[in-house]
């Protein structure tokens, strides 16, 4: 007989503060406290669970103005009901948009410059796992609709709050990501993938606009539809949506400076955080950083890298080893047609490939995120 996991598994695989919590406490409800006066929020992916949370804690927080956005009308007009709830006096701005439409989101933009002039606070909520599989059996369109949605998604959102935001102001960029960005586990490629590139892109949005504080957060293991998939997973669903709203209020306040360009995760205790800021920043936590060293033995011939034409390279190939077989196939890697050509092509020629290289650019870096 073998004992269940802990339902704590994930927050303690990547803890990094003493205390850990996976619902709202008193530190983080007192920190959010009218926080938002005067402040005019987005939140995308707002129609339901965690989105839904975040709308309403900044409601909690006393923001003057909403704007929820998702493709749902029905769902966020429930959303909305529940915003007015807990305050009355907010301005609900309700915008049934698909995020990964250019057109959508300049009719977003619009909206919101119509009705407020500008944007104080954007959150990137909107995502999906639409790609499950492995890479060998998954359909491409599934797989690549994950980055179409949490990559292109979000920076579409960020470009147009970006110009929602005055040049002479301060504001904040909250994007949901996910500990899956640091895990590899098979099936889960493109989502990992895309909440990995988000952490990095996190911090371009920080380098590049010194007026804008990014933040990307883990928001927990919470129970949401897209564990209807996951039963195995429910176990340690016990974060509260509401804890992952609260965070997300807590991370555009001024005592969260200290984690602009950065990664952090919704379960960790924002007082000892607070404490361990100057190691945080010195030390570079947090962040996408290089954990290896690379060295350079000198230059040699490695494929085609240094030929402009792949005739060339056979050439050469077969100067090294006149016995070599070399098969020339004129491909578009991106066009699976040429794809599909190239893998029947290899296959009537040799049978089948033992080795696979992809030569991508000439640029490649192993990248892991140091928390302590």
Known sequence: MTDSPSPDQFVKLFQFTKRNYREIYPALKASTV???????????????????????????????????????????????????KVNKKV???????????????????????????????????????????????????????????????????????????????????????????????????????????????????????PNVRAVVYHPGTVLTPIMDDLPHFKPFALDTPELAGAFAVYLTTKRAEYLNGRFVSVNWDIEELEARKDEITLKGLMTEGLKVAFIQHGRRFSGCRSLAKPEAAKSKILKLKKKCNVLVVSVDATSEADVQMLERTVRDTFGHVDILVNKLNNSGQWSARSYS
């Open 91 to 209: 301005n609900v701005l309700v915008l049934s948009i698909d995020i990964t439409s250019e057109a959508d989101i300049q009719k977003l933009e619009q909206a919101v410059k119509d009705n407020f002039g500008h944007a104080d606070v954007l959150v990137n909520n909107s995502g999906q796992w639409a790609g499950r599989g492995n890479i060998e059996e998954l359909n491409v369109k599934a797989w690549w609709s994950d980055f179409e949605l949490n990559l292109k998604g979000t920076y579409l959102a960020s470009q147009a709050y970006l110009r929602l935001l005055p040049k002479s102001a301060h504001g904040s960029v909250i994007t949901v990501g996910s500990i899956a960005s640091d895990m590899v586990n098979p099936g889960s490629s493109s989502y990992g993938l895309t909440k990995l590139a988000l952490n990095r892109f996190n911090e371009y949005l920080s380098l590049e606009n």
């Open 34 to 84: 009218d926080s938002q006066v005067g402040k005019t929020v987005i939140v995308t992916g707002a129609s339901q669970g965690i989105g839904q949370a975040i709308a309403i804690e900044f409601a909690k927080a006393s923001a003057s103005n909403i704007v929820i956005a998702s493709r749902s009308i029905a769902k966020l007009e429930a959303t909305k009901a529940e915003i007015l």
